[in-house]
T-cell receptor, first 112, second 114 residues
Framework: DAKTTQPNSMESNEEEPVHLPCNHS???????IHWYRQLPSQGPEYVIH?????VNNRMASLAIAEDRKSSTLILHRATLRDAAVYYC?????????????WGAGTKLIIKP | ETGVTQSPTHLIKTRGQQVTLRCSSQ?????VSWYQQALGQGPQFIFQ???????GRGNFPPRFSGLQFPNYSSELNVNALELDDSALYLC?????????????FGPGTRLTVL
């Protein structure tokens, strides 16, 4: 079973910020929080990851709650090309069996 | 630097047949993972290969098998195909040894079993 909980879908207007929430109440101290997204008819692509501190990259920002039981992926200015399914995944770095357990993700709909 | 490629892009088979899907890893990566993605669902982990050895397996029967070659390309073989095997099959390569373990996915092979 997926160790994360996400809303099934979200809508946002183009050129506005988007906040995608993820709950992971059973997170352990060695779990990294990874985000991937899957555009229509494509394979998933890496977006961002973090452990405890907030993280920024050219694609997005990741805000991690102080207790690490939830996180939020922030797209600062959504475009139509950001319409995709966004997956929040926990990855235990001490697990040698490198298996990502995926939930159903959040389908992000961008309205022009 | 080339990305992850998969072949073929689409495939149609009949129940009971066998199929081989291929994946070429991103340059410099030593690990490949295979996933099955049914329509409307997230990918499900099938197995992972690291330096030509199976390094982990999800909840899939033995008729799903794989190979990783010295050049880190990989194959997924499925025997005795069933209708429920119809799905998008994804391979992902990564370099084990980095804390990020970021996986890079190919575009997938769409398998239809009739």
């Amino acid at each position: 079973d997926a160790k994360t909980t996400q809303p099934n879908s979200m809508e946002s207007n183009e050129e506005e910020p988007v906040h995608l929430p993820c709950n992971h109440s059973t997170i352990s101290g060695t779990d990294y929080i990874h985000w991937y997204r899957q555009l229509p008819s494509q394979g998933p692509e890496y977006v961002i990851h973090g452990l405890t501190s907030n993280v920024n990259n050219r694609m997005a920002s990741l805000a991690i709650a102080e207790d690490r039981k939830s996180s939020t992926l922030i797209l600062h200015r959504a475009t139509l090309r950001d319409a995709a399914v966004y997956y929040c995944i926990l990855r235990d770095v001490e697990d040698s069996n490198y298996q990502l357990i995926w939930g159903a993700g959040t389908k992000l709909i961008i309205k022009p | 630097e080339t990305g992850v490629t998969q072949s073929p892009t689409h495939l149609i088979k009949t129940r009971g047949q066998q199929v081989t899907l291929r994946c070429s890893s991103q340059s410099g990566h030593n690990t490949v993972s295979w996933y099955q993605q049914a329509l409307g669902q997230g990918p499900q982990f099938i197995f992972q290969y690291y330096r030509e050895e199976e390094n982990g397996r999800g909840n899939f029967p033995p008729r799903f098998s794989g190979l990783q070659f010295p050049n880190y390309s990989s194959e997924l073989n499925v025997n005795a195909l069933e209708l429920d095997d119809s799905a998008l099959y994804l391979c992902a390569s990564s370099f084990v040894g980095l804390s990020t373990d970021t996986q890079y996915f190919g575009p997938g092979t769409r398998l239809t079993v009739l």
